[in-house]
């Protein structure tokens, strides 16, 4: 089970000498299991735990040559050897990761982990990443690095990690995450720069290795770009790192399950224990010994023996095993070893094996069996390319055998072979050299070449083992991986690839090889966006050349946005696998449009001038001409009186996305009708075009006409001039443009060139003009009394404008003139109280008395003789009973009326006509008036 485990290099201030430096890097990394190296521009890799290059390291000098070898500075690790650019300058420092831009290349620092530790997280702090400084005292350009992320060799994507600045400065320059790992640029004046990288939670990803490396200057000056030569450029140090990941456990074992020794202590294959897991810190275990065949002390000293690990060391470790050189023939003699107390660590499966003493003292001639070569190679079929073979040298005399022992080199058993042990017999007479069948597991995985390691082992009659008792076979892999070349492929909904859907082959060619293209809706649905059958993809013998996989898109009209299929290669045949990449997803870009109305209303004047113009969209895609047709039908407006109803087409050309204005054809009448609306639909779409939201829209047309009028039926006017009520024209509707018209005048009761001036009279309005025009007609001031006169007055001819309902009027003269007074008339007889009128009683006078007055006649008495008055104020209604009551208009008041010698009847004012009409009646009966008989 594996433990989570923490670290750290380094420190988070500066080295104030080697030692310190030394203690804090190279040491620190050798305790923790952690390679650490540089690689130079030349490709020269420095190991920086070796004793001579810890020897080299020192702080900022510029002493050759320690100035090109050393990988420290103050600040933190970089690489030795600088670019040619600053060897030139004594104050540089030489040990940092530096970027050479007149080469494009850059040194690279590297941490390595162990194979059995996996890291998810790390906390980097650098130093010296500056920013652009002032032009030609400092950098000439932003400082960029460069982190790369492996596991086993494997660039790992920094998508998969989570990327957080730790010490952000106002302006932050970002961290950037690319195909080629994380690029950072120096934004601080101090030159630190502090993130940490961290595994998705999900994503079950780690890594187990780090390289730091260089880019060229960002935004350098223009004086720095233009130099030919260039002196300086991106470098910077690592001055700390903490890091969190999980090791697998300590395991100690014996590398074999058998060994050999000769007699004399010389090693066949000796005794080895292995240490695999983390190697942080330090394990041991002891090996003891007991007899097998062998016997103690006689054979071998049975002392127990200690086997220990130093930290960080996973070196196999030899065992000695204390062996007697006796004389006597007693043939190969075993000893049973087995590995006991673990400190630090666990016992592996591998716990117990046998030591074969391979006895020397011969009684006949001996035998010596070999390998014949250091080096095989099979077929993963099996096919052996150069077979493992033994052969025998020296005495043939009597049978002799011995046995191959298989052990893991990078194949493992039982997955890539079965690591039986094979016995290899030569009979009596025999020395054929013999060939050695491996069983080799021809699986189907893409994994490289592997290798086997061989062991010649007990030997029997009079054998010995040879110098060559160990080979290594290499197993040479048959297989190919099939993959996606991309995890995204992105297509046009016509078909037209635009990163096509890629399947490569990698590995051995040999033989057919297939796998199927599985296709499942991501955002797109099948069959509605894509045909979802499975797509076989083939490769003939010896063809690695990747194949293009056409995946069937449906080339729909509607506006759907990008949409995605999810892609899976599976079902391999042949000695085909299928890679890392067995997933993708293909994006379909939408080439759809979408038409419709800017807007749900518009607005044009009635001489066709826009006044929100009708405008068609296109939103969506542009690709490919479209086009659509606007249908115009009656709102308010009537066709053809007011418009054209014609269709009208809209049109797109591909790439075009400029919004389209309609022009409606309006008629553009003289008639005041206010403002009216067409109806607008959008219609019949071609190409990739559909009809949106907004597929209607209402047009009003502005009304542009003005009707003009008399204000009133009637006017009046004083005879010397005086309007009483002036003749006015009114203009309504429109207020656009100038507009005109004529009042022509005809007599009524007045008589041209006598009462008034006959002539045309023009009207004018301007532009925006809607106050009312007063006309002022010529009047005669005559001296003649002839009464209220009349005259006709008609509008005519418009200019601009309609002639309105109220196109004639009348116009009244008020006569100024006084009427002569009429000859007065006696009045024959007495009036009495019975009547004033012929059969016209005046009811309700209580009595008349000697001088005729009238009593209890209501409100003020009327007198009718001597001071005969009408008193002020009294309506002659009053009176009671009288029939229908005394008519005199209204109000109906009076003073001063009397009806005496002289017969004079004053101030009656508005009433007084009635006095002249001897036929009116007083009363509401039909007598005749016999005032003024």
Do not use: C, H
């Not at 600053?86 to 831009?101: H, Q, S």
Request: glycine share 8%; net charge negative.
């Amino acid at each position: 089970m594996p433990t989570s485990f923490n670290g750290s290099l380094g420190q988070s201030t500066n080295f104030t000498s080697v030692n310190d430096l030394i203690t804090k890097w190279p040491t620190a990394a050798q305790n923790q299991g952690i390679k650490l190296s540089g690689v130079a521009f030349d490709g020269v890799e420095t190991d920086y735990l070796n004793p001579q290059a810890i020897a080299n390291l020192t702080l900022p000098t510029n002493e050759n040559p320690k100035s090109w070898l050393s990988y420290g500075s103050t600040p933190g690790i970089g690489v030795p050897s600088s670019y040619n650019g600053w060897f030139t300058d004594p104050n540089k420092n030489r040990a940092e990761i530096n970027y050479d831009p007149n080469t494009s290349q850059s040194q690279v620092l590297k941490l390595k982990w162990a194979e059995d530790q996996n890291i998810n997280s790390a906390t980097i702090d650098l130093s010296a990443l500056s920013p652009k400084t002032n032009p030609g005292l400092g950098d000439q350009g932003n400082e960029v690095g460069l982190l790369q992320i492996f596991n086993n060799g494997t660039l790992v994507p920094a998508s998969n990690f989570t990327i957080t600045r730790l010490n952000s400065p106002a302006v932050v320059k970002p961290i950037t995450v690319g195909s080629d790992g994380v690029t950072f640029t120096g934004d601080r004046t101090d030159g630190n720069f502090k993130f940490k990288i961290e595994a998705n939670p999900l994503s079950n990803i780690s890594f187990d290795e780090l390289r730091f490396s260089a880019k060229a200057y960002d935004t350098p000056t223009a004086a720095y770009t233009a130099t030919s030569f260039k002196d300086d450029s991106s470098d910077y140090l690592l001055r700390n790192i903490e890091y969190q990941g999980t090791q697998d456990p300590v395991s100690l074992q014996f590398s074999a399950p058998t060994f050999s020794v000769n007699e004399d202590g010389t090693p066949v294959a000796a005794v080895t224990v292995t240490r695999t897991g983390s190697s942080a810190g330090t394990a041991s275990a002891t090996v003891n010994l007991t007899n097998g065949t062998a016997t103690a002390p006689a054979d071998y000293a049975n002392t127990a023996i200690p086997v220990n690990f130093a930290a960080g060391d996973s070196t196999p470790k030899t065992i000695v095993v204390p062996i007697v050189d006796d004389a006597l023939v007693e043939g190969n003699e075993t000893v049973n070893l087995s590995l006991t107390n673990p400190t630090g660590a666990t016992l592996g499966t591998q716990s117990t094996a046998t030591l074969n003493i391979v006895d020397n003292d011969a009684a006949v001639p001996t035998s010596t069996l070999q390998f014949s070569a250091p080096t095989f190679r099979i077929r993963e079929d099996g096919t052996a390319v150069s077979a493992v073979t033994v052969t025998r040298t020296g005495s043939s005399v009597a049978a002799v055998s011995a046995t191959v022992s298989l052990a893991d080199g990078t194949a493992t058993a039982p997955a890539d072979y079965a690591n039986s042990p094979i016995v290899v017999n030569f009979a009596a007479g025999d020395s054929t050299p013999k060939t050695i069948d491996i069983p080799i597991v021809n699986d189907t995985l893409f994994e490289g070449n592997e290798t086997v390691n061989l062991s010649l082992i007990n030997p029997t009659g009079n054998a010995t083992i040879g110098t060559q008792s160990t080979a290594v076979t290499t197993i040479v892999d048959n297989d190919s991986t099939l993959q996606f070349s991309s995890p995204t492929f992105s297509v046009n909904e016509d078909g037209t690839p635009i990163a096509a859907v890629t399947v490569t082959r990698t590995g051995v060619t040999s033989g057919t090889v297939s796998a199927t293209v599985s296709l499942t809706d991501g955002t797109a649905t099948a069959p509605a966006d894509y045909n979802a059958n499975a797509i076989v993809v083939n490769f003939a013998p010896g063809d690695s050349a990747p194949k293009t996989v056409n995946i069937p898109i449906i080339n729909d009209t509607l506006l759907e946005s990008n949409e995605t299929v999810n892609l899976s290669l599976g079902s391999p045949t042949g000695n085909a696998s299928i890679g890392t990449q067995s997933s993708a997803t293909l994006d379909i870009i939408d080439n759809d449009s979408t038409l419709q109305f800017s807007a749900p209303t518009f607005r044009i004047r009635e001489n066709g001038t826009a006044v929100a113009a009708v405008t068609v969209t296109r939103t969506g895609s542009s690709t490919g001409a479209v086009s659509a047709t606007v249908n115009l039908s009656n709102g308010t407006a009537v066709a053809p009186a007011d418009y054209d109803n014609t269709a009208i087409p809209v049109n797109f050309a591909a790439g075009d996305s400029a919004p389209k204005i309609v022009n409606i054809p309006i008629i553009d009448d003289t008639l005041v009708e206010g403002n009216e609306t067409i109806n607008l639909s959008l219609v019949n779409p071609t190409g990739n075009a559909t009809i949106g939201t907004q597929g209607t829209a209402v047009t009003t047309i502005v009304d542009n006409d003005s009707t003009l009028q008399f204000s009133a039926p009637f006017f009046s006017v004083n005879e010397n001039g005086t309007p009483v009520s002036a003749v006015t024209v009114t203009r309504t509707g429109s207020a656009v443009g100038a507009v005109s018209a004529t009042v022509s005048l005809s007599d009524g009761t007045a008589t041209a060139g006598l009462d008034y001036t006959n002539g045309l009279i023009a009207v004018n309005f301007g532009n925006g003009d809607l106050v009312p025009k007063t006309i002022t007609i010529p009047i005669f001031d005559d001296t003649l009394f002839e009464g209220d006169e009349t005259l006709g007055l008609t509008l005519v001819s418009p200019i601009g404008a309609t002639i309105g309902n109220q196109s004639s009027t009348v116009l009244s003269i008020i006569d100024n003139d006084t009427a002569p007074a009429p000859a007065p008339a006696p009045i024959a007889g007495t009036l009495t109280a019975s009547s004033l009128v012929f059969d016209d009683p005046i009811t309700n006078f209580a009595a008349a008395n000697a001088n005729n007055q009238v009593s209890n006649g209501g409100q003020n008495a009327i007198p009718l003789q001597g001071s005969t008055d009408i008193q002020n104020g009294d309506w002659m209604s009053n009176f009671t009973n009288s029939l229908g009551r005394m008519a005199m208009a209204s109000p109906g008041t009076s003073s001063d009326v009397g009806i005496n010698s002289t017969n004079s009847i004053g101030n009656f004012g508005t009433t007084d006509n009635w006095l002249n009409l001897p036929k009116e009646p007083i009363m509401g009966s039909s007598a005749p008036n016999l005032l003024l008989a």
